[in-house]
């Protein structure tokens, strides 16, 4: 029997549909220092980004087959290393997309018109302050007719620029390796047409140059920040900033002498450089919309992982059990 250790958890009908095919699926959680005695005994470990999975625990496990990620980045995995030893390692990129991309934009949607800072406001001063509150709120702005980019214009990447185009933006994506890609987008109506754009990636410095907001959504696992004092130089003034990717892609420093200056007029982060301590300047701040790296979290992504997971070992044991 092929046995499956979900450490970090897998959906219900993932789990289900591997069951369903005669594989042991564990969940309970089995703590970092505890692995190397546990792991051994799984042909397959699914990992989201709180257990790592590193050359020293690989080399230890004669067993594994698979190391699969639920979600798309692999920086909590040795890769190179695990596929040297013959281990498939796996993800999840196409899954949660449009969960990361919508929270993007909830995001910008709460920078915009100040909903973040207002929903601190109410309930403590909308009894005796309502008007002036109603006043310092009523400078918003609306996203059509602004001026995306979009740093990284992998799937993520598309998503967010599919749904900047719905909104009327004007959308200039950057990437290093992807040129073109084409947007498609359902309009629903009684004849159910799909639109069709093609977005041709831009230059990185002409876009900081033009970008009302500035979404990030990229790999990222250490070293020099995309984001630096430098590139923030480059922008327009009162810019807003975006990060659901990783933590650390915005150096958060530049970030917060940015939003002092007015340089960057506010900050949309769901990731953190010291997850699971962010900074608590970053967290009191008005000018930053904030969640607890969620990108992924929702139920339609989940579920999508869990099964998309669930297909790609089945595939790739094929009918052995």
């Not at 220092?33 to 546990?38: G, H, Y």
């Amino acid at each position: 029997m092929i046995k499956i250790l979900a450490n970090d958890g897998i959906h219900p009908d993932g789990k289900t549909l591997l069951e369903e095919a005669g594989y042991q699926v564990d969940i309970e959680k089995v703590a970092q220092e505890d692995l190397p005695k546990v792991l051994p005994e799984y042909d397959v470990i699914i990992v989201r980004s709180a257990t790592k999975v590193r050359a020293d625990l690989i080399d230890q496990c004669s067993n594994l087959k698979i190391i699969a990620r639920a979600g798309v980045g692999l920086d909590n995995i040795d890769v190179d290393h695990a596929r040297d030893r013959g281990i498939t390692v796996m993800n999840t990129p196409a899954a949660s997309s449009q969960s990361v991309a919508e929270l993007a934009f909830a995001h910008m949607f709460n920078l915009s018109r100040g909903l973040h800072d207002a929903n601190r406001q109410m309930p403590v001063r909308g009894n005796t302050e309502f008007k002036k509150l109603k006043k310092a709120y009523s400078k918003g702005v609306q996203l059509r007719g602004k001026t995306l980019g979009v740093v990284g214009f992998g799937r993520i990447g598309q998503e967010t620029s599919r749904i900047g185009v719905a909104l009327g933006m004007n959308v200039i994506p950057v990437d290093l390796v992807i040129d073109q890609a084409d947007i498609d987008i359902n309009v629903f109506n009684s004849d159910n047409v799909r639109l069709s754009v093609a977005l041709e990636t831009g230059e990185f410095d002409q876009m900081l140059e033009v970008a009302d907001y500035i979404t990030l959504h990229i790999p990222f696992s250490g070293g020099k920040p995309p984001i630096t004092a430098a590139e923030i130089s480059k922008m327009k003034d009162g810019v807003i900033l975006i990060n659901t990717s990783r933590g650390g892609a915005i150096d958060e420093k530049a970030l917060l002498e940015g939003l002092a200056s007015g340089k960057v007029g506010g900050a949309g982060l769901d990731v953190f450089e010291d997850e699971p301590t962010p900074r608590q300047e970053l967290m009191d701040h008005p000018k930053v919309s904030i969640s607890p790296h969620i990108g992924a979290s929702t139920v339609e992504a989940q579920a999508n992982i869990g099964l998309e997971l669930a297909d790609k070992i089945l595939a790739f044991f094929g009918d052995d059990k």
